[in-house]
């Protein structure tokens, strides 16, 4: 039978998650868990740089009672060409799930694809849903039973953004986008989700009743080669304290971070006091605690 993977919201109903953002909240306030992961492995295979993602997978599968393995990906034979099906299926026959962290989302699904274990996408250049799980526990336990109704995009449409889109589809949220022209999000979610994503041409209009205002890098790691022309096409796309006051009156400021202070956001915004930065930062343990437990025990 093909495991449940984590690749995107695409397979993934209201009803799941919701279910894996309540039992995080449980998770962090109860410091407990049902699922007895003991003896089962995590392997983390990891292309690109991580703080938070790498670090809350890895606690989250220890307090499971699990164990990790973190493997750059330079340091495989994927690196000297091995294939992807081939590196898929020898590390899914010796681990229970996987992380995985690439710069390819379609290869991501072919690992996938290949793989006999859960693999969960740890970030690819087109989604971080993961990210947006924890943004969602964050609003949901600052704001309890209040429902979401708007999100405000400010910047580059990426992967974050991206996974905004397709949350914002299941969940019935409307999202406000204000990007460059030709950094809009990736298209095809754009054209599936016309009744709640409206591209917009002011900041002012993508505040306006917004309850989560939020942002990202305006380079992120495959944007490199490209970051000193960014930096002119991005210069208008910033969150600034006063931008807050544009918003919903219960509105937070989130940032999936890592923050360019300057750049995309002024230098006091992740000190603001509706900022909730860190608690978004911290829920990522929690919410992938739940999402483990989810995949594992299903
Ligand atoms: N937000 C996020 O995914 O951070 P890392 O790149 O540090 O994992
Ligand atoms: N959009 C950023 C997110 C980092 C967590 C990147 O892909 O680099």
Redesign the pocket.
């Known amino acids: 039978m093909r495991p449940k993977h984590f690749l995107n919201f695409e397979d993934y109903s209201k009803e799941d998650l919701v279910e894996i953002i309540n039992r995080g909240i449980v998770i962090k306030n109860n410091k407990e868990t049902s699922e007895d992961l003991n003896k089962k492995t995590l392997a983390l295979v990891f292309q690109k ?6 670090v809350s997978f890895e606690i989250a599968m220890n307090r499971l009672g699990g164990n990790t393995l973190f493997l750059s990906s330079s340091e495989l034979q994927l690196s000297r060409g091995e294939p992807i099906p081939d590196t898929a299926n020898v590390l899914s026959s010796m681990t229970d799930v996987i992380v995985l962290r690439n710069d390819n989302h379609e290869e991501l699904v072919l690992f996938s694809e290949n793989s006999s274990v859960p693999v969960i996408n740890g ?1 690819t250049d087109l989604f ?1 849903p ?2 947006i799980l924890a943004d969602l526990m964050t609003f949901k336990e600052k704001n309890g039973n209040s429902e979401l109704k708007k999100v405000c995009w400010i910047g580059d449409g990426n992967n974050v953004c991206n996974s905004y889109i397709e949350a914002a589809s299941k969940l019935d949220f409307e999202m406000s986008i204000f990007c460059p022209k030709g950094s809009e999000p990736y298209l095809p979610l754009l054209e599936n989700g016309k009744e709640n994503i409206t591209i917009v041409s002011s900041k002012k209009e993508a505040l306006h009743n917004a309850q989560i205002v939020t942002t990202d890098v305006w380079t992120s790691m495959n944007d490199e080669v490209s970051s000193k022309e960014r930096m002119k096409t991005f210069k208008n796309f910033f969150v600034e304290e006063k931008d807050m006051e544009l918003a919903s009156s219960e509105a937070v400021f989130m940032h ?3 923050a360019h202070r300057g750049e995309e956001i002024s230098f006091n915004m992740l000190e603001h006091d509706k900022s909730v930065v860190w608690q978004q ?1 911290e829920n ?1 343990l929690h919410v992938q605690q739940s999402l483990l437990e989810f995949l594992l025990a299903n």
């Open positions: 740089p991580s703080t938070r993602t790498r970030l971080h993961c990210q999936c971070l890592p930062a990522r």
